[in-house]
């Protein structure tokens, strides 16, 4: 790194200032907390959960289902899947349990020992679906574990009962007694998934650090070429950032039947991730995506957070104005990933970014929420809605940050250069950053004041600069507008086609279709996609009427729903014929992802 550059890092730190470590409270001594995960294959609607505690000197214990799981922003309502409760204490005395709130329960101790038992529904995730069969589970900490007031601090062991002939996956220490791993605390338990079951695991190194794939469900795919792929995203992004910040990690594919994936959730140790087994079979790099965004969640996010979600709240939801950056900005190193490994080419690059815009545009929200509304309200609109997504939005802010920076610096800082200072002054140091700290750092490292880009991009609606700023890497942006015949915006998932998202006052609502529907048919055509469903409609004029097929609750139903019309942006990025030189070193740094001289120019 050239003297200037540790310079402008060092006036970094000066001008953002110290921070003081927060430590979560917890009180040590000599209790030991024990969980055991037991499934009866009697009795597959339930996760039997057990909480030993023992050498404790409390009179009570307050113990309670977390309200929310980090990384999904909403309010799934874990407590409510508890079907029954109780606590005995040493020799099996029943104790007293008292209910204090709608996902507390209070138990008075009598005695140094204390067993809890209870019984959870699984939770159903749109990334893995069914979370328990008669040959797979999957175990998400926050929907099964309860915690003890006071004692999450305090490590803990977490033993799995299984049926005969499962195996157990985990990304937590293993300990020498079968299916039992420790955490360092409760929070590391939560934010460390299991998988049991029957699936099969493949495992690579990095650094001597071991990486876990683990496959349940069907497809026919080239686990080689999966593996080569997954690993050169692993390999650029722990090169990209200079460390390994885990002992182990394991991804945790879920290969869920038709051509409907089921996204990822992060962990700082793993990832859960449900794929499209017939988008698999016909291409493994379908899985590159949401691979690799999981897998830069590792750092950011997991490790680069907002201040609000250094710990969690279990009372309320955390509410951030940077999931913009968390997440979108994720979205687009997702993107970066691929193209400097070699997994897309420049032209699935561009064509991506083309997407983006696309998708952006075609939102009439953007004219009255900004990206930080979108952040901080995630909890009242929710992933699917049409309006601002901080994942879309977010990631053309992070391509607008890299190009200007690299275009205002001549190529010497970039995008990149945010991301590890963003590492290394406060993922490090452990403690989270403010909102106004990523607009600092771009400033400070570029040495150019962007404080009207955050104004009016970030926090602001104006319409974001696509041409101009792709021009600074020798590219055009041509965006027009069209309209074409639709019936309104609608997202479905599953085997069923349940629809988790519809339109209001679209054609097909004011048909009578709602959310939780599911979607049988369309002019007697069964649908298996939402890309299949535009097509059909495509091919009927304005005004038209076709039947649509659903069944409501237990009742199927033909309704008519008249054709309407929307606006569709086609966006094309092409290369410039006649580049300026800076335009060309701009475009190669950002696509190899190099800053300062091309490597054959530097002495």
Not at 226 to 253: G, S, T
């Given at each position: 790194?050239?003297?200037?550059?540790?310079?402008?890092?060092?006036?970094?730190?000066?001008?953002?200032?110290?921070?003081?470590?927060?430590?979560?409270?917890?009180?040590?001594?000599?209790?030991?907390?024990?969980?055991?995960?037991?499934?009866?294959?009697?009795?597959?609607?339930?996760?039997?959960?057990?909480?030993?505690?023992?050498?404790?000197?409390?009179?009570?214990?307050?113990?309670?289902?977390?309200?929310?799981?980090?990384?999904?922003?909403?309010?799934?309502?874990?407590?409510?899947?508890?079907?029954?409760?109780?606590?005995?204490?040493?020799?099996?005395?029943?104790?007293?349990?008292?209910?204090?709130?709608?996902?507390?329960?209070?138990?008075?101790?009598?005695?140094?020992?204390?067993?809890?038992?209870?019984?959870?529904?699984?939770?159903?995730?749109?990334?893995?679906?069914?979370?328990?069969?008669?040959?797979?589970?999957?175990?998400?900490?926050?929907?099964?574990?309860?915690?003890?007031?006071?004692?999450?601090?305090?490590?803990?062991?977490?033993?799995?009962?299984?049926?005969?002939?499962?195996?157990?996956?985990?990304?937590?220490?293993?300990?020498?007694?079968?299916?039992?791993?420790?955490?360092?605390?409760?929070?590391?338990?939560?934010?460390?998934?299991?998988?049991?079951?029957?699936?099969?695991?493949?495992?690579?190194?990095?650094?001597?650090?071991?990486?876990?794939?683990?496959?349940?469900?069907?497809?026919?795919?080239?686990?080689?070429?999966?593996?080569?792929?997954?690993?050169?995203?692993?390999?650029?992004?722990?090169?990209?950032?200079?460390?390994?910040?885990?002992?182990?990690?394991?991804?945790?594919?879920?290969?869920?039947?038709?051509?409907?994936?089921?996204?990822?959730?992060?962990?700082?140790?793993?990832?859960?991730?449900?794929?499209?087994?017939?988008?698999?079979?016909?291409?493994?790099?379908?899985?590159?995506?949401?691979?690799?965004h999981e897998f830069f969640h590792v750092w950011n996010v997991k490790r680069i957070r907002p201040k609000v979600l250094e710990t969690i709240d279990d009372a309320a939801e955390e509410r951030t104005d940077a999931l913009w950056f968390s997440e979108?900005?994720?979205?687009?190193?997702?993107?970066?990933?691929?193209?400097?490994?070699?997994?897309?080419?420049?032209?699935?690059?561009?064509?991506?970014?083309?997407?983006?815009?696309?998708?952006?545009?075609?939102?009439?929200?953007?004219?009255?929420?900004?990206?930080?509304?979108?952040?901080?309200?995630?909890?009242?609109?929710?992933?699917?809605?049409?309006?601002?997504?901080?994942?879309?939005?977010?990631?053309?802010?992070?391509?607008?940050?890299?190009?200007?920076?690299?275009?205002?610096?001549?190529?010497?800082?970039?995008?990149?250069?945010?991301?590890?200072?963003?590492?290394?002054?406060?993922?490090?140091?452990?403690?989270?950053?403010?909102?106004?700290?990523?607009?600092?750092?771009?400033?400070?490292?570029?040495?150019?004041?962007?404080?009207?880009?955050?104004?009016?991009?970030?926090?602001?609606?104006?319409?974001?600069?696509?041409?101009?700023?792709?021009?600074?890497?020798?590219?055009?942006?041509?965006?027009?507008?069209?309209?074409?015949?639709?019936?309104?915006?609608?997202?479905?998932?599953?085997p069923h086609n349940r629809l988790v998202y519809v339109e209001t006052d679209s054609p097909i609502f004011n048909a009578g279709v709602r959310r939780d529907d599911s979607l049988l048919q369309v002019e007697g055509v069964e649908i298996g996609a939402?890309?299949?469903?535009?097509?059909?409609?495509?091919?009927?004029?304005?005004?038209?009427?076709?039947?649509?097929?659903?069944?409501?609750?237990?009742?199927?139903?033909?309704?008519?729903?008249?054709?309407?019309?929307?606006?569709?942006?086609?966006?094309?990025?092409?290369?410039?014929?006649?580049?300026?030189?800076?335009?060309?070193?701009?475009?190669?740094?950002?696509?190899?992802?190099?800053?300062?001289?091309?490597?054959?120019?530097?002495?």
């Amino acid at each position: 790194m050239k003297a200037r550059l540790w310079l402008v890092i060092i006036l970094a730190f000066i001008s953002l200032g110290f921070y003081n470590l927060f430590v979560r409270s917890g009180e040590s001594g000599h209790e030991n907390i024990r969980y055991v995960l037991s499934i009866d294959e009697a009795a597959l609607e339930f996760f039997k959960v057990k909480i030993i505690i023992e050498n404790t000197t409390r009179d009570r214990l307050i113990f309670s289902m977390p309200r929310w799981s980090p990384g999904a922003y909403r309010i799934p309502n874990y407590s409510a899947a508890v079907a029954t409760f109780e606590a005995n204490g040493s020799s099996g005395k029943k104790l007293s349990v008292q209910k204090i709130g709608a996902d507390s329960w209070q138990v008075v101790l009598a005695g140094d020992y204390l067993v809890v038992e209870y019984q959870v529904e699984p939770a159903y995730e749109t990334w893995s679906q069914v979370a328990l069969d008669s040959s797979y589970a999957l175990v998400e900490g926050p929907s099964v574990f309860m915690y003890a007031a006071g004692m999450t601090a305090l490590p803990v062991t977490v033993e799995y009962e299984v049926p005969h002939g499962w195996q157990v996956a985990s990304p937590l220490l293993p300990l020498s007694a079968p299916n039992t791993f420790r955490a360092e605390n409760y929070d590391v338990l939560i934010d460390s998934p299991a998988q049991l079951g029957n699936f099969s695991r493949y495992k690579f190194d990095v650094d001597n650090v071991p990486i876990e794939l683990v496959f349940h469900g069907e497809s026919h795919f080239s686990v080689d070429s999966f593996l080569v792929m997954v690993e050169k995203i692993c390999d650029y992004q722990i090169d990209f950032f200079q460390e390994i910040p885990f002992e182990r990690y394991v991804f945790f594919y879920k290969l869920l039947p038709g051509r409907g994936g089921g996204g990822g959730l992060e962990h700082a140790n793993s990832a859960t991730i449900g794929l499209s087994s017939e988008r698999l079979a016909l291409n493994v790099m379908s899985a590159a995506e949401v691979t690799a965004h999981e897998f830069f969640h590792v750092w950011n996010v997991k490790r680069i957070r907002p201040k609000v979600l250094e710990t969690i709240d279990d009372a309320a939801e955390e509410r951030t104005d940077a999931l913009w950056f968390s997440e979108g900005v994720t979205s687009y190193y997702e993107a970066l990933t691929l193209v400097r490994t070699g997994i897309w080419n420049a032209a699935g690059f561009f064509n991506e970014i083309e997407r983006q815009i696309e998708q952006l545009q075609e939102t009439g929200d953007r004219h009255a929420t900004s990206v930080v509304d979108a952040s901080r309200f995630i909890w009242e609109r929710g992933y699917i809605n049409s309006g601002v997504s901080f994942y879309n939005k977010g990631e053309l802010l992070g391509l607008l940050l890299d190009l200007t920076m690299r275009n205002t610096t001549g190529n010497r800082v970039s995008l990149d250069e945010v991301m590890h200072f963003m590492n290394w002054w406060f993922a490090k140091e452990n403690r989270g950053f403010e909102e106004n700290d990523i607009a600092r750092a771009v400033s400070t490292l570029s040495q150019h004041d962007f404080s009207h880009f955050f104004e009016d991009y970030v926090a602001g609606t104006s319409e974001l600069p696509f041409a101009e700023t792709l021009a600074y890497a020798g590219l055009s942006a041509d965006i027009h507008t069209s309209w074409v015949p639709s019936i309104g915006e609608v997202i479905f998932v599953g085997p069923h086609n349940r629809l988790v998202y519809v339109e209001t006052d679209s054609p097909i609502f004011n048909a009578g279709v709602r959310r939780d529907d599911s979607l049988l048919q369309v002019e007697g055509v069964e649908i298996g996609a939402l890309s299949q469903l535009e097509d059909l409609v495509s091919q009927f004029e304005t005004g038209s009427k076709i039947n649509i097929g659903v069944l409501s609750g237990a009742a199927e139903k033909l309704l008519t729903v008249t054709v309407g019309k929307k606006e569709l942006i086609d966006c094309e990025i092409e290369l410039l014929a006649n580049p300026s030189e800076q335009q060309l070193l701009v475009r190669r740094g950002w696509l190899a992802g190099w800053t300062g001289l091309a490597p054959n120019q530097r002495n």
